[in-house]
């Protein structure tokens, strides 16, 4: 879906540990599809996010984690210069 219409989508959350299609795969493929898409990639094991090669437009959020945390990590994913790629 992500792939036909790739400006529809502002944030896609992906879980890194996906049956079938890993996660990492996703997200490559989210990225790959419009320059304007970010991906906040969620696992309860560590991830880092700079081996998508895309730092500026990717965060990871560890699970299990609050409301709170998903709207702050969203939040900051948005912001264009300020993505460090990893949650507080």
């Not at 493929?29 to 437009?57: M, N, Q």
């Amino acid at each position: 879906m992500v792939e036909r219409t790739p400006a529809r989508y502002l944030v896609v959350v992906v879980d890194m540990t996906l049956p079938g299609m890993g996660g990492e795969e996703l997200a490559r493929k989210i990225l790959s599809a419009g320059p304007e898409t970010r991906v906040l990639a969620c696992s309860g094991f560590p991830f880092d996010v700079r081996t998508l090669g895309a730092e500026a437009r990717t965060r990871f959020l560890m699970k299990p984690f609050s409301p709170e945390a998903l709207m702050d990590s969203v939040e900051k994913l948005m912001r264009p210069a300020a993505n460090s790629g990893q949650a507080p």
